[in-house]
């Protein structure tokens, strides 16, 4: 984790005017998850858009809320962890939300930020949290990459 060739995630409101974004978060996790949603909260308002907060039970669940709300809003950013485990669930829950919110981004050409942490431990989640001593804020970015990809859209 360096932090190494991240993007930059200056946004500026008038790039975003009129956009409204849904913040979707799964309930695991609860200190992680609470920096994830405020990191993605604080791009929203940094971005001067509208943003509505839903909450569901796991990260599984992510991509049936994705699907819905990519109807109704300009960008849907997807906020959860998976944290490895001594079965394969693991492997299975991260490799079916990817999938699922990517096949959701492409179907229906809606951004979904992809702030889905997963770590082999709780301290890798931590760092990425965007908590007071956390080194990245995973919430912050994947609001900013679906924000950015939004307006770029928004051109064609």
């Given amino acids: 984790m360096s932090g190494v060739g991240a993007a930059d ?3 500026n409101p008038a790039e975003f005017e009129g956009m409204k974004i ?14 994830l ?4 909260q604080r791009a929203a308002a940094d971005a001067q ?4 907060l839903v909450r569901v039970p796991g990260t599984f669940e992510l991509s049936v809320a ?5 109807e109704k809003f300009d960008a849907v950013i997807a ?7 001594g079965t394969p669930h693991f492997d299975y829950v991260c490799s079916s939300a990817t999938q699922g919110l990517t096949e959701v981004s492409v179907r229906t050409g809606v951004p979904v930020g992809f702030g889905v942490l997963t770590c082999d431990n709780e301290q890798q989640a931590l760092d990425r949290a965007g908590l007071p001593g956390s080194a990245e804020d995973k919430g912050y ?3 900013a990459a679906a924000l950015q990809t939004a307006a770029v859209l928004s051109r064609f």
């Fill in 49 to 52: 858009v509208d943003a509505t």
């Fill in 141 to 143: 970015e994947a609001t």
């Fill in 37 to 40: 949603i405020d990191g993605a």
């Fill in 9 to 11: 995630t200056t946004l």
């Fill in 66 to 70: 994705a699907a819905r709300l990519a």
């Fill in 79 to 85: 906020l959860g962890v998976v944290i490895r485990g």
């Fill in 22 to 35: 849904a913040i979707i978060a799964a309930s695991w996790h609860t200190q992680v998850m609470d920096g």
